[in-house]
């Protein structure tokens, strides 16, 4: 994981034991006050958000106790690894994406973080600048070629 994952999972620990957690609780107390609590919907809503926030907090807990925060500073990358951001050019269209190659628990590729256990990912470790990877993804094979190679921070 890298420092920036784990200190955004953290803040999210933060979040739900400081803010979500008392608030839930003010809301089963507001709902036991409208009596029976047998047929009560605003209760028996509030009671399943509270188990949604009580597992969320227990896995980041979890996750955040067997993480390992990797460096990613250093030298500039002569191949990819982990923490490196790659300009990758599909070579079927011509489109150049880029990715950061991070954690399971961070990866969000709408925001350009990558897996480092995709199939992309697995495939771009170790390659260099102008090296091709043939990827098998869901809408079939791709091909790219490693445009760039950099640390962002």
Known sequence: MTRQGHDQLSEELRRLKAVERPAISAAIGRAREHGDISENAEYDA?????????????QIEDRLARAEVVDTGGAPPDVVRFGTTVVLEDLDTGDE???????????DVSRGLLSV????????????????????VPKGKREYEVRQIRLDT
């Open 46 to 58: 509030a009671k399943e958000k509270q188990a949604m926030i009580e597992a969320r907090i227990r």
């Open 97 to 107: 994406v880029t990715y950061r190659l991070v954690g399971e628990d961070e990866a």
């Open 117 to 136: 256990s995709s199939p992309v990912g697995r495939a771009l470790i170790g390659k260099r600048v102008e090296d091709q990877v043939q990827v098998a």
